[in-house]
């Protein structure tokens, strides 16, 4: 029997330019256990997944801020305050480096995102003076609210489906991935990960990307 997963996307289910590596298609709609997608992204990115892939839609979001299970949504974190600082960064030269749609924060709501283009030291300046922190995910600046992560966020889809964190097999590749390392029973970094990432794993893969990913999933099928 294959265990509960909760993967990652940008980084382990993609390729190196951030698209959607096609084998999710031919792995995840059969996987017999709950497949739980857990990402930085807007709520709609991960949703959309899974309508598309054929999946239950559990799912969170915004690095913990959106969880959806069993039909329900709650929230953590505080857009209004990450807002603040978004305006603050850009009254203060800095740029959010998105275009006028901005769909990368247009349906966000529980944090902003910044592009790596933007002037860390300034966004971690203006973010520290309203008590809100900024990670690195590799594919953006996220400015969040302290102890709002996907690991909380995967315990309350745990409390709600009934399964122990510790029941679930973990992939990833970034800094926001460490805090569901920690409360799963296995826990992997693909060989592109940050070295948060790789520190928390308990296993660093050889290959990276959904490579990685994929030596994960075939061997979790076949023991
Ligand atoms: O959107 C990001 O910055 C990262 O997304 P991820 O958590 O799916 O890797
Ligand atoms: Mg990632």
């Given at each position: 029997?294959?265990?509960?997963?909760?993967l990652?996307?940008?980084?382990?289910?993609?390729?190196?330019?951030g698209?959607?590596?096609p084998?999710?298609f031919e792995?995840?709609?059969?996987?017999d256990?709950p497949v739980?997608?857990a990402?930085?992204?807007?709520?709609?990115?991960?949703v959309?997944?899974c309508h598309?892939?054929?999946l239950?839609q559990t799912?969170?979001?915004e690095?913990?801020?959106v969880?959806l299970?069993?039909?329900?949504?709650?929230?953590?974190?505080?857009?209004?305050?990450?807002?603040?600082?978004a305006d603050?960064?850009?009254?203060?030269?800095?740029?959010?480096g998105w275009?006028?749609?901005?769909?990368v924060?247009?349906?966000?709501?529980?944090?902003?995102a910044?592009s790596?283009?933007?002037?860390?030291?300034?966004?971690?300046?203006?973010?520290?003076a309203?008590?809100l922190e900024v990670i690195?995910?590799?594919?953006?600046?996220h400015?969040?609210?302290?102890?709002?992560?996907?690991?909380v966020?995967l315990?309350h889809?745990?409390?709600?489906?009934?399964?122990?964190?510790a029941?679930f097999?973990a992939?990833g590749?970034?800094e926001?991935?460490?805090?569901t390392?920690?409360?799963?029973g296995?826990?992997?970094?693909v060989?592109?990960?940050?070295?948060v990432?790789?520190?928390?794993a308990?296993?660093?893969l050889?290959q990276?990307?959904?490579?990685?990913?994929l030596?994960v999933l075939?061997?979790?099928?076949k023991?």
């Amino acid at each position: 029997m294959v265990p509960p997963l909760v993967l990652d996307i940008d980084g382990t289910l993609t390729d190196a330019q951030g698209r959607l590596d096609p084998r999710v298609f031919e792995v995840l709609p059969s996987w017999d256990a709950p497949v739980v997608l857990a990402t930085g992204k807007a709520f709609p990115y991960p949703v959309s997944l899974c309508h598309y892939l054929g999946l239950p839609q559990t799912v969170i979001a915004e690095n913990g801020g959106v969880v959806l299970v069993d039909g329900e949504v709650t929230f953590a974190g505080n857009r209004e305050a990450a807002q603040a600082v978004a305006d603050e960064f850009v009254s203060r030269g800095g740029t959010l480096g998105w275009d006028a749609a901005d769909t990368v924060n247009r349906w966000r709501e529980t944090e902003i995102a910044v592009s790596l283009d933007a002037d860390e030291a300034l966004l971690r300046d203006v973010a520290s003076a309203f008590d809100l922190e900024v990670i690195d995910t590799g594919f953006a600046y996220h400015v969040k609210s302290h102890g709002v992560e996907k690991g909380v966020g995967l315990e309350h889809v745990c409390e709600t489906m009934d399964y122990d964190p510790a029941d679930f097999v973990a992939v990833g590749d970034s800094e926001n991935d460490a805090s569901t390392f920690r409360v799963v029973g296995q826990s992997y970094a693909v060989a592109n990960a940050d070295d948060v990432a790789k520190e928390a794993a308990d296993e660093v893969l050889e290959q990276s990307y959904m490579d990685g990913t994929l030596s994960v999933l075939e061997s979790l099928q076949k023991s």
